[in-house]
């Protein structure tokens, strides 16, 4: 018997009700979802749209309710292995595969989809697999707080779930989505054939249990973001769309950073992994190529708590745990952003952010170096032996289980100066450290460490940031995709002559000198300059005296900026 699905009044508020005998936990998870949905779905229309209009509400339960007729080997209501599980779900309950998502990801890897995109706007049309068939149409939007949805399909199976898998393709977006969409193209191979991708779930287990862990973890990360507000139905206006080649697709499902090497993970991906079981990581790159906003990626996308820190000489060891300090009632422990951060990482998931490390003074990272070993529980409570020992039993007992809660853990230890010490455990605790590298980037210290160095589970590398990376956001700062690309290829520009042996520039344009470009333009060409002589403009006061080196004097050597801008006039905007 089918659920009967009744719209019902209470207080005011439309709400999704069930009926059915024996409904199962999923089932009623899955509809308790639609009825948060169906609160928030806007009735009326917006103006604009292009033809699109928010009619229905956004239904997840819709791909678990329909049947599975694409893949051989995969049922309805199959059950997802808890190997294979979300962390975002309830811990214990059962997991299902929902056909609507494993037609969506099908639709992808084999290339039956039509992506445009401008921007960050997309537009998806795809096959239906109702019995009427037809084309159906999706699209998507930023907006202040996340993304806007719209169109007519968004309570079927699949609309959802084929948005929401472009978006993490296209824009890099959703990472948890991403990462086993990528893990599911790694075993495809990339884009397939509809005939052999069908029956790869009876012949290859690997490609079965990568769809289901994809479904499972789309599943919970869509809900996550649409409870929190994230994703919203609405109506907008589409501006003229380019659409993705499939050349674009295939290179996108098998990971373009890296790909020549094998590697396919983004910085992002990295960092989550390493905040599932915690440890530290060392960000490496020049200033602009997005190390610092990586993190900010992560704590936002796993709601972590954040403790920052920014390099600087002259720092003492108080700096960094705490220190008394004369308050209204006398002298008081004020926490240092260390002490902070342990307390914090005793409760939830905690990233310590420290900026700019190789600005500290080596003798003063050795209280960062005591603070990230390692402690197992046996350690951990023998350091805590004596103040064991003067309390009474239960006291004891309950004081241990609270500092340490996990006998199988591991545990980072802070020395405090008042003779106490605060413990955390290891996977509650990320600690995050940048720097600027290389001898253009005059910083304190010559080298890390080697004792802090070899704490750091990884060092991740940053180079230039790829340009389906960089060029949605020079748009949105631009405000006009021409403006965008043409920023884009002065930075280019800037980099081949700062690598030719005889160029004459000291350093290439990174990220944030080109959005300060685009900015300039920008707001000359709003006072009415035409295009090509408002990045000229722009260019004087940002490119310039970036990348030109200068005179005893100290001013700008004049041949190098002749150079530069003679290169930018005929080389970016020669047909400007």
Not at 338 to 360: G, N, W
Not at 455 to 464: E, K, M, S, T
Not at 486 to 498: C, H, K, R, S, V
Request: hydrophobic letters at 40%; glycine letters at 10%.
């Amino acid at each position: 018997m089918q659920p009967q699905l009744v719209l019902t009044r209470d207080r005011g508020r439309e709400a999704w009700a069930a009926r059915r005998s024996g409904l199962d936990a999923s089932s009623r998870l899955q509809l308790r979802t639609v009825s948060r949905l169906w609160g928030r779905s806007k009735r009326h229309p917006e103006p604009g749209g292009s033809g699109f209009r928010a009619g229905m509400s956004i239904d997840l339960s819709a791909a678990f309710n329909k049947q599975e007729t694409y893949f051989s080997g995969l049922a309805r209501r199959q059950q997802i292995p808890s190997a294979l599980a979300s962390p975002r779900g309830p811990a214990g309950g059962h997991r299902y595969y929902g056909p609507g998502i494993g037609y969506a990801a099908a639709l992808l890897l084999t290339g039956k989809v039509r992506i445009e995109r401008a921007g960050r706007v997309l537009r998806v049309t795809y096959p239906s697999s109702s019995k009427a068939g037809g084309m159906k149409t999706v699209a998507s939007t930023d907006t202040a707080s996340g993304r806007k949805w719209t169109g007519d399909t968004l309570g079927s199976a699949t609309a959802p779930w084929i948005l929401y898998l472009a978006e993490a393709l296209i824009l890099g977006l959703h990472p948890e989505t991403l990462g086993t969409l990528r893990a599911l193209a790694g075993q495809t191979g990339g884009l397939i054939g509809p005939t052999e991708l069908r029956a790869l779930p009876v012949k290859d287990v690997a490609v079965r249990d990568a769809i289901l862990k994809l479904c499972d973890h789309a599943y919970y990360e869509l809900k996550d973001k649409v409870e929190r507000g994230e994703i919203v139905e609405g109506s907008f206006t589409l501006p003229p769309l380019q659409p993705v080649p499939p050349t674009s697709l295939d290179s996108l499902l098998r990971g373009r950073s890296g790909a020549t090497e094998g590697v396919s993970s983004t910085p992002l991906q990295r960092l989550r992994r390493l905040a599932r079981r915690g440890g530290a990581a060392l960000l490496v790159g020049p200033p602009g190529t997005f190390k610092t906003e990586t993190v900010k990626r992560l704590v936002l996308d796993l709601q972590a708590s954040v403790v920052k820190m920014r390099g600087a000489p002259g720092v003492e060891d108080r700096d960094f745990i705490g220190a008394i300090t004369p308050g209204a009632s006398g002298p008081e422990w004020v926490d240092g952003p260390l002490a902070r951060a342990f307390m914090l990482a005793r409760q939830k998931l905690t990233v310590l952010q420290i900026d700019e490390i190789l600005r500290y003074h080596a003798e003063n990272l050795q209280v960062l170096v005591g603070a990230m070993d390692e402690l197992s529980y046996a350690d951990a409570r023998a350091v805590l032996g004596p103040v064991l020992d003067r309390m009474p039993g239960a006291g004891a007992d309950a004081f241990l289980r609270d500092t340490l809660p996990d006998p199988d853990g591991r545990y980072y230890m802070l020395d405090l100066p008042t003779g106490e010490a605060l413990f955390c455990p290891k996977k509650n605790l990320i600690w995050a450290l940048t720097t600027n590298m290389g001898e253009d980037h005059l910083q304190t210290a010559q080298n890390l460490d080697s004792a802090l160095l070899s704490r750091i589970d990884l060092v991740i590398d940053y180079d230039r940031p790829e340009l389906d990376v960089v060029l949605p956001i020079y748009e949105s700062v631009a405000g006009d995709a021409r403006l965008a690309r043409l920023g884009y290829e002065l930075e280019d520009l800037t980099y081949a002559i700062a690598a030719d042996a005889e160029g004459t520039l000291v350093r290439p344009m990174d990220a944030r000198k080109t959005i300060a470009l685009l900015k300039e333009a920008r707001a000359c060409v709003e006072e009415g300059m035409p295009l090509r002589q408002a990045v000229l403009e722009a260019a004087f006061v940002t490119a310039v005296p970036h990348c030109c080196p200068r005179d005893a004097r100290g001013l700008i050597e004049v041949a190098s900026r002749q150079d530069l801008i003679k290169r930018i006039t005929e080389e970016v905007l020669g047909t400007a």
